[in-house]
Every structure is written in structure tokens, then in C-alpha cells.
DNA sequence: CAGTGGTCTAGACCACCAC
DNA sequence: TGGTGGTCTAGACCACTGC
């Protein structure tokens, strides 16, 4: 291959060399839109684009890179996909503040925190101020539900469903799901819950759950989901799927938490005593 | 409100009633690419295109559903973005098969699975055939590594690079990272590790590990480990840290996993035995 | 009303593939 | 050579925002 760096062939009819005011030079080799994100990308980072600010405006950036306004919206599009940058109709596109929140799994019901729940403290170690809204509903289980639960779907369900917030901004949803019987004898269908929450409550009764797997995976967000999250269309969020089981290994609660993926990181600790010793 | 359900105006030029064949009707809220989508999605999951079966061509598709060419390409992107296809350049789109491999995190080390690797079993339990290539090198240690393996940046590491494969197909890179000094004394510094692996030739000197952490976060493929998945552009990947300690808290190993999200789930079990009894 | 982004089209040129 | 998808443009209309 002699003509391996075989030259760029300037053939698009957009790299004309304009040089009209600010205008940033565009090479050929890559798509146009994937170098525009990069730089775009690039300047987030530095602080170019301070986060909560907005990016010029589309047509803007068109003038200053010399390429069509579609072409702008796919390079924006990238952004939002990877979390960096949130869209606002009628107004911007505005840099994302994405301070990531760690949320370490096998910590948060162990310690059951004395009076602070473990989104509380996962929020606060980042500096962010987190809240919360709670409601409850009986809902017949789903075949997911039930096949957790070890019920029969269709059975009678209560779930608690929460929002959550970090300065006002949703985080997460988190739906835990009991059965209804259950959840009546621990006393757990008011929104209210009492001190160390719905757990607490089950090892009042005897079934405190200490067996706890979760299951993580992908999904697109869903609309009703993304909306709340105020995420962008195609940004990919984290399902876990939260199961709590007493000494018996009975399941007594499910959670689903869906999140969107770049405001989490996920942690897990666990050791492993070599029965054997170490051979 | 009166007018709450407004009328969706068939503005766009495109909703030319055409009959000519099968054309599929689009209606207007929702945006013609993502309605497509859906409809290709829905057949996807129905098997009308199955798993390695490529879909109609664009311009088939156009036809189908009287919109233009862009529009069918950025329905088809969604679907690409979502694992759910895979474009091979030239040849057409093709549906991607997805077994999910499940990953229990915290069963791969404890039973240091005899004879058979973490990755083996986790393979093989979906029906798959797992294969992989390993290879290692002297690298300095980045910002990053010199953290979690608590050396100086740029002490000498050894990295142990595997890539890993299910019937074939990419699934997976973990890159295996220790401080080269422990590396020669465990004997680890060649491709085979003997039986039971690194893991085990850090125990026969008193270093095993048994202090696990792993952290989970989110990234748009980077684009040597895009290419090596066969990613699609803008496919969003798992990364995973993974640090394992000795006896002593001593980090001894680290490594980073990559893998596509909508290959993967994740899956941790732990116990939490309450101190005090359940109150 | 002007400004923002969201979507769509038609037409074009490109790279890659298979024949 | 003809088919596939990848990218780009220009022009257009839309909905939402804020003045």
C-alpha cells in the first residue's frame, strides 16, 4: 500500500475553506458529526462549557464548523446519549452536571443505617442534597413479580413506589414489591414505614431478610421511565432487580431500581474465606 | 383543555396515502424513525427476522413505509444502539443474536472453579462455546492502575490481556493488571498460569486474594474495544474495576473488564448475618 | 414574534461487498 | 457492476420557549 495515508479527498462539498470568523477545521477520515462531538466532548471537559450551561446554539455551531445544522444535531446527539449534555425544547442544549453517584450495594442494608437511609448517604458523600417521594398501591403480580416473589401471578402485591432526587434532579426509581399479606402483618402499606424502614419492619416479625442478590442489566429507557429521569431518547439506563430473602432464603421483597447509567457507579464488596486454607 | 387529544395534524409531507403494495401506515405523534423501530423491534422479537437473518434492505424499507432512506437508517441506529442488530458494511443489517450470559461476580473466585474457568461456566450455561486469546506485557502504571494497585505511576506492572469468546463472537476483554515484582514471584509473568490460574499462584505464595470489590460504570465504546466487540458506534459498554486484596488488604491484582451492556447481566449474592439478632 | 431544537425529504457521493 | 449501508447538504415544517 503506497497510498496508505491516501489523502483525505476533500470531495463533500463542505470543506470549503471559509475562514470567515471562528470556523474550526473538519478533516475527512472520521464522520464529520464524530469529530465535531469529540471536540465538543473535549471542550465539556476543560470547562469551555461550564456545566448547567448552555452550548451555542445549533445553527451557531454550524456557522463555526462550516457543516449543515443536521449534521450539528447528530454530533449534539451523541452527547446526550452518553449523559453529557441535556436538551431543553425551545431553549438549548445545556452541559450536564454529572457529579456520579457510587452506590455500594453490599453496605446498604447491613449497616441499615441508624436513622439515615442508604441513598441518603450515597447522595451527601458526593455534596448533593438528596430527597425523595413515596407512594404505595396494590398492584396483581406480574409474571416477573410473581416468579421473584414466589407467588402466583396475579396474586395481590403491594408496591412501594419511590422517586428519588439529588438537588432536585431525579436519579433513580425504585419499586419494591411484597406480598400484600406480608407486607399488612409488617405493617408496611402506609407510606410511612417507621425508623430503619421496610426491612426493619420484617425482622420485627421474624422474616428480616439477610439472603440478597441483585441482577444488573441494560435496557433503553423506557418512556415513562426516561421521562421522569429526564433522560435522553436512546440513553441506556441500569435495571437492578433487588431480591431480599429471609434465613429461610423465603423472598419477602423485590425492587426494581432503574438509573440512568451515567449518574451511577456501582460498587460491591465481598470476601471469600478459602475454606481450605490456601491449599 | 378542550382539544387535549389534538388532532395529530398529518402535516409532513409523507403521509401520502399510497397503496401501491404492503406500505405500513405511520402516524404522526410519535416520530416516524421511532415508530419504525418499534414496529422492527416487534418483529424482531416475533422471529419474522430471526437471529442472523438480515433485515429488508433500506431502501426496501423505505418503500415499505413511504419514508425516506435517512429516515429508515436512523430507525435501524436505534435498534443498533440497542444491540439489537448489527450492521455488517456492504452486506445489510443483520439481527444480532443475544443470549445473555450471566455473570455471578461473586461466585467466579470463591469456588476458583476447578479445572473449568469463571468464564467457561458462565458461557457454556447458555448453550454457548466460550474460547478466548491471552497474551502479556510490561506496561507502566497509569494514573489509574498506580491508584488501585497503591505503587507509584509508572512502576513497572505486568498486564495480562485476555479476550474472550462466545461461539465466535466477541464478548468480552479483561485486562489483568499486577505489579510486576509479585508477578515473577507468583510466577505469572507467561501466558499459562497453570491450574486454577493467577488466582491461585498468588495463594502458593501467600498472597491470595480474598477481598473482592467491583465497580460498575458506564461507557460509549471506546474505538479499539468498540471495533474488537463489534460494536455498533455509540453502543454503551459495561466497565468493570475489579480489585481483589490478600489477607492484609493488600491490593494484589486489578482488573478491568469491558463488555457490551446488552450482552451481559450482572449478578451478586450476598449474606448479611445481623450482629445483634433481629432486634 | 424570533429563537431554539426535532424531524423529515430528496438528492448526492462515498466505502464496502459480491458477483 | 450493482447492491448495501454511511454520511452529508439544503430546504422545509414543526413544537416549544420567552419576550
Redesign the interface.
Known sequence: MTSDDAQPRATMSATRGREGAEMTQIEAPRPRF?QIADILRDRIQRGVHAPGSPLPSEPELSREFGVSRVTINRAVG?LR???LVQVRRGKGAFVRPIP?I?RV??QR??ARDKGRGAYDVETRRVGLEPSWTASVERVPASELTAGLLNVAVGAELVVRRRKYFANGVPTQIADTYLVSELAEKAGVTEENTGPGGTY?RL??I?R?P?????????C?AIAAEATFLDME??Q?VFEILFVASDREHRPVAVTRHIMA??Q???????????EGG??
Open positions: 464524530a451523541l446519549t452518553e449523559g456520579v457510587t450495594a453490599t442494608h447491613g426493619s425482622a420485627d421474624g428480616g439477610i439472603h440478597f442478590t441483585e441482577e444488573i442489566s441494560f433503553s431518547p436512546n441506556a447509567g451515567h451511577w457507579r456501582l460498587r460491591y464488596e465481598w470476601t471469600d474465606e478459602p490456601s491449599e
